[in-house]
């Protein structure tokens, strides 16, 4: 069973940008539709970007359009998202996905198997 660990969270000022991690290990996730989504307290985990298995194909939610860049590295068994123009909104729990039965993009989290502990993005102002 493939684990996910997300690392690269932190503390930023507004307009400020963080790189996440995801790492896999016990398998690899060369055939994985993936994903990052993000849950504040009280809330639903809500999707923020998802990426196919190549890489060549990605979505992302409309708040963050333009701001965020999903990409991977399958030889290195590694999810990034690349976050800019941070805002305060932004703040919240990111967690990293995985879909092991879809080699495609997918917004809704019933679609993923394996999940990362998530890392804290915390946006000050």
């Known amino acids: 069973q493939v684990q996910l660990e997300e690392s690269g969270g932190g503390l930023v000022q507004v307009g400020g940008s963080l790189r996440l991690s995801c790492a896999a290990s016990g398998g690899t996730i060369d055939n994985y539709g993936m994903a990052w989504f993000r849950q504040t307290p009280g809330s639903e985990r809500d999707f923020v970007a998802t990426?196919?298995?190549?890489?060549?194909?990605?979505y992302y939610a409309d708040s963050v359009k333009g701001r965020f860049t999903v990409s991977r590295d399958n030889a290195a068994n590694t999810l990034w998202l690349d976050m800019n123009g941070l805002k305060p909104e932004d703040t919240a729990v990111y967690y990293c996905a995985a879909n092991k039965d879809y080699s495609g993009t997918a917004k809704k989290s019933k679609r993923y198997d394996y999940w990362g502990r998530g890392t804290q993005v915390t946006v000050s102002s």
């Open positions: 990426i196919n298995c190549s890489g060549g194909a990605h």
